[in-house]
């Protein structure tokens, strides 16, 4: 029989072919401002439990496409995923964020676990399985992982801190000990992004969301190369591997991070600059990004202000349309509504 080739415009746009309407999705797509979210998140009892179980997340995956019909669903799950798999205790406090225990001496880091349990990630990869079997054929599905950073700094702080200083000062004081969590993430995270590939994902993402508190040389060592390690690792055995960076908070380090890490696309945040990310970026990569989330929150004429913003800047080259960081909860579901009409009305 023959196949009929359909086209997903987000893998389009990552594979160098800009798109009239830029594809568009949301960080966060599938959380807590979803009514339908909030409901199964209080079947499910615990956020964990919602993420290891494969009906759920799969289901949680598939609510934002259906009421929005993105162009791309994330899986449902969390970048301490690993920290979980690799033995850590990781919890998550209605309200309260994650929690973790502090690692944060060289001789708890010579105690860490080299290699993941990949068998509690098997209900992540489950719901790959079942999430790709629903989605329609135009649609992407992402994978993902935390960057080796941002991870680090929940797993040495045991929970997130205004500008991780825990863990810059750990990568100070004990920079072996802080080089090997880092080394560990990275080997156990290219191993989780295959799974991921293997179980359905069309492209991966790398969250670095804590990227813009390290100085130069720390950004360096602790954000660019670990991704270019983790791209290479992947590339090693799924060659033609979608990857988009998310260095958050980079500015003017982007260029280095892009030419470095040598992956396809990169998530820029609302603050980044356009002449730079143009001149700089996206001539060499896609370019995903950046509302402001405030602006959706906030709704009206500043929200289409700041959608037409978004796409007078980059739209004439290799765009997908998103956020420039997660979507809050209390985003009204109109907002988003109004952000994406305006985006597929988009003429050139
Ligand atoms: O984008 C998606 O819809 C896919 C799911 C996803 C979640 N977390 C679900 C989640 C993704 C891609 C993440 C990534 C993630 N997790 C990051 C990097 C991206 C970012 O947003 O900065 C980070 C730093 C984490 C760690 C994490 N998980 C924090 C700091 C928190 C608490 C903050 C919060 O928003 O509550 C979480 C919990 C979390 N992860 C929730 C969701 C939907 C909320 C939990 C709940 O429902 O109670």
């Not at 969390?78 to 920290?83: A, E, F, G, S």
């Not at 060289?106 to 080299?114: C, F, G, N, S």
């Not at 790709?132 to 649609?139: C, D, F, G, S, V």
């Not at 820029?268 to 970026?281: F, G, T």
Request: charge should be neutral; charged fraction near 20%; hydrophobic fraction near 45%.
């Amino acid at each position: 029989l023959a196949q009929k080739t359909v086209v997903k415009p987000f893998l389009e746009v990552l594979s160098g072919r800009r798109q009239q309407v830029p594809p568009v999705w949301m960080m966060r797509q599938a959380g807590r401002y979803l009514p339908e979210y909030r409901e199964l998140r209080a079947k499910a009892g615990g956020f964990l439990d919602l993420c290891f179980t494969p009906e759920y997340a799969a289901e949680v995956t598939l609510q934002p496409i259906r009421r929005f019909n993105f162009d791309a669903a994330i899986i449902f799950s969390d970048i301490l995923v690993i920290p979980y798999a690799l033995g850590r205790s990781v919890r998550f406090e209605a309200g309260e964020g994650p929690r973790l225990d502090p690692l944060n001496t060289p001789e708890q880091v010579a105690a860490l676990a080299r290699h993941a349990d990949f068998g509690k990630l098997e209900p992540v990869y489950e719901a790959l399985r079942r999430v790709k079997r629903e989605l329609a054929p135009e649609i992407a599905l992402i994978g993902f992982c935390g960057a080796p950073w941002t991870v680090a700094t929940y797993m040495v702080a045991g929970q997130g801190t205004p500008d991780q200083a825990p863990a810059r000062m750990m990568a100070y004081r004990h920079p072996e000990a802080f080089a090997e969590i880092i080394d560990v993430l990275v080997e156990n995270s290219i191993q989780y992004l295959l799974g991921q590939l293997k179980a359905g994902a069309d492209a991966l993402q790398i969250f670095d969301t804590w990227a813009g508190v390290l100085p130069p040389r720390e950004f360096q060592r602790w954000s660019i190369e670990p991704a270019k390690r983790i791209v290479a690792g992947v590339r090693a055995q799924a060659p033609d591997a979608k990857i988009i960076g998310f260095p958050r908070g980079a500015g003017a380090l982007l260029p280095a991070y892009v030419e470095a890490t040598g992956v396809d696309a990169v998530s820029i945040d609302w603050a980044a600059e356009p002449s730079l990310i143009r001149e700089r970026v996206q001539n060499r990569v896609a370019v995903q990004g950046n509302l402001d989330p405030l602006a959706l929150i906030a709704g009206g004429a500043a929200l289409d202000r700041a959608v037409d913003d978004v796409l007078a800047h980059f739209a004439q080259g290799r765009l997908i349309f998103n956020l420039g960081h997660g979507i809050q909860p209390e985003t009204p579901i109109a907002h988003v509504e109004q952000m994406l009409q305006r985006v597929r009305a988009y003429k050139t």
